[in-house]
C-alpha cells in the first residue's frame, strides 16, 4: 500500500513540475521575432520604450530572446499572417486570420486635430459628420469614428496633419503622443492658435498573433508574463518609468 501510494505522490509531483517547467520555461523557442512600426515611446530604434521594456522583462521570465523588426503596420501583418515573424506590436482589433493576445500592452484614447475656423463650435460627434478625415494606413478604420466620414489614409502622421493645415480634409485622426509628433516633426508654416485637438474615442492596443500552434504558444507565454508581471508590481513601475496609465487588467 505504501508503495502505492508512494508511486502515485511521484507520479503528482512530477505532474505539478512539469506544469510550472511549461508555464516558466519555453526552451524549445530560444528567440521570438517581433515586427511594428517604430513609435516615439513605445517601440524606440534604440530598443528603449513601454512595449520594448514589457517585453524584454516578460520574456526575460523564459529566457526567450527578442529579435525586433522596424516595418510598416501593413507589412507587420503580413509577416505575421505568413508566420515570418511571431508577433507584431500593437493594434486594438483582430485582422483576417489574425488574432490578438488576452492583455493590451496600452490603452488609451484617440484624437482628433483640426482648424477651429473650418469646424465652428466643436460637438462631437456632429462636428465630423459627413466631413472628411485622415489618419495612417492600417492604424484606424471607420468603425473608429461614429458618423459617416470620408476617409483618406496616409503614409504618416505629419502627411495628415499637413491635409489638415492646408485644407484637403477636415480632420487627422491619432493618438495624441502621434499627434505631438507630428506638429513637432512639420514644417508646414502653422499658427496653433488656429487650430484644436479633441477627444474622439478609446481603445486598447493588443499584440496580434497567427493562429498557427507556434503563434499560439507563444501568445500563451505571452499572457501568461503579463500576469507574472502584474501580480509581481513590475509591470505598474514599467508603465510609472513611461508616464503612461496602466491599462485596468483583470488579473486576480
Known amino acids: ?68 523588426e522596424y516595418v510598416p503596420s501593413e507589412r507587420a501583418y503580413h509577416l505575421v499572417r505568413t508566420g515570418q515573424a511571431d508577433f507584431m506590436t500593437c493594434h486594438d482589433k483582430p485582422l483576417h486570420s489574425l488574432i490578438l493576445a488576452k492583455y493590451p500592452m496600452y490603452a488609451g484614447r484617440y484624437y482628433a486635430f483640426f482648424n477651429r475656423e473650418n469646424i465652428g463650435d466643436w460637438n462631437f460627434p456632429e462636428s465630423m459628420k459627413d466631413r472628411s478625415i485622415a489618419w495612417r494606413i492600417g492604424y484606424y478604420d471607420e468603425s473608429n469614428i461614429p458618423v459617416p466620414m470620408k476617409v483618406r489614409e496616409v503614409k504618416s ?67 501568461e508574463g503579463m500576469e507574472r508581471l502584474y501580480r509581481s508590481g513590475e509591470l505598474k513601475k514599467i508603465f510609472q518609468r513611461w508616464g503612461f496609465p496602466m491599462p485596468d487588467y483583470e488579473i486576480p
Open 1 to 68: 500500500m505504501r508503495y502505492v501510494l508512494g508511486l502515485l505522490l511521484a507520479a503528482l509531483l512530477l505532474s505539478v513540475s512539469t506544469q510550472i517547467s511549461q508555464a516558466v520555461d519555453s526552451t524549445d523557442i530560444p528567440e521570438i521575432r517581433v515586427v511594428g512600426p517604430s513609435w516615439e515611446g513605445f517601440t524606440n530604434r534604440d530598443g528603449t520604450g513601454l512595449y520594448h521594456e514589457i517585453l524584454n522583462k516578460l520574456f526575460a521570465q523564459y529566457g526567450i530572446r527578442i529579435h525586433r
Open 157 to 223: 502622421g505629419t502627411s495628415g496633419l499637413g491635409m489638415v493645415i492646408l485644407g484637403r480634409v477636415d480632420f487627422y485622426l491619432d493618438d495624441l503622443n502621434f499627434i505631438q509628433d507630428s506638429i513637432r516633426s512639420n514644417t508646414i508654416p502653422m499658427d496653433m492658435d488656429d487650430f484644436r485637438i479633441e477627444t474622439v474615442g478609446t481603445r486598447s492596443y493588443h499584440p496580434v498573433f497567427n493562429t498557427s500552434e507556434r503563434g499560439s504558444q507563444v501568445m500563451k507565454l505571452y499572457d
